[in-house]
């Protein structure tokens, strides 16, 4: 395992990509729950007019199960990344 100058090693780098990788997901779960799964394909001003429109419903339930996703599964792994980052960095202090 190679340390560079600044006291980082491969593995820590690795967790910094999944903090990152895995925050981002949350925080899109977590608009995706706030704009009821209609996200994706419209500006902020388009959605509150398709809001409640039936037509598209579809796209709804698909936002509605990747918002699911990211919390059953993203949640747990973006904890877990960050308590092994706050940890690392309170050994790599000693």
């Known amino acids: ?26 925080i899109f779960g977590i608009i995706l729950k ?28 698909a936002g509605k199960k990747m918002q699911q996703m990211a919390h059953r599964y993203i949640l747990p792994l973006t904890l877990l990344s960050w308590l092994i980052f706050i940890f690392s960095l309170m050994l790599s202090k000693k």
Do not use: H
Request: net charge positive.
């Open 34 to 61: 706030k704009t009821n799964g209609l996200f994706l394909a419209r500006l902020p001003q388009q959605f509150l007019i398709d809001r409640y429109d039936p037509k598209f419903e579809k796209e709804r339930q």
């Open 1 to 26: 395992m190679q340390v560079s100058s600044y006291g980082w090693n491969e593995t820590f780098g690795w967790l910094v990509i999944c903090l990152f990788l895995t925050t981002i997901f949350l």
